[in-house]
C-alpha cells in the first residue's frame, strides 16, 4: 500500500512562503497513473484542493491559489512539495497531501500537518 507523510515548518511568519514536503513509499511518484495532491483546511472551513502534480510532471492548479502556488516532484528523493508565497494568517490550516490512481481509487490522505501562520 502506497503511503504519502506530511513534513514542514508548523510556524510561519506573514508574507514568508511556506514551503512542505511530501514523502511517498511504496511506490514511485512517476509510475503510471498516480495524481498527487496537496489539500488543506483552515479552521472551522471545509477542504480546500490546492493543486496537483501527475505522475508524467504535469501539475494543476486550483485558480483561486494559482499566482500563489508551485507543486513540484522529486524523482531522487520520491517526495513532491508544495510552496505557498506571500503568506498570511488566512492561510492558517491544516495540510495534506493527498494521492489518487486512475481510474477511480483514492484519495488516500496522509496524516495532516498543522500549520499556522503567526508573527
Known amino acids: 500500500q502506497v503511503q504519502v507523510q506530511e513534513s514542514g515548518p508548523g510556524l510561519v511568519k506573514p508574507s514568508q512562503t511556506l514551503s512542505l514536503t511530501c514523502t511517498v513509499s511504496n511506490d514511485s511518484i512517476t509510475s503510471n497513473y498516480y495524481y498527487w495532491s496537496w489539500v488543506r483546511q483552515p479552521p472551522g472551513k471545509g477542504l480546500e484542493w490546492m493543486g496537483a502534480?501527475?505522475?508524467?510532471?504535469?501539475?494543476y492548479y486550483n485558480p483561486s491559489l494559482k499566482s500563489r502556488t508551485s507543486i513540484s516532484g522529486d524523482t531522487s528523493k520520491n517526495q513532491f512539495t508544495l510552496q505557498l508565497t506571500s503568506v498570511t494568517p488566512e492561510d492558517t490550516a491544516v495540510y495534506y497531501c493527498?494521492?489518487?490512481?486512475?481510474?477511480?481509487?483514492?484519495?488516500?490522505w496522509g496524516q495532516g500537518t498543522q500549520v499556522t501562520v503567526s508573527t
Open positions: 493527498a494521492y489518487d490512481l486512475w481510474p477511480g481509487k483514492g484519495p488516500y
Open positions: 502534480i501527475a505522475y508524467s510532471g504535469v501539475t
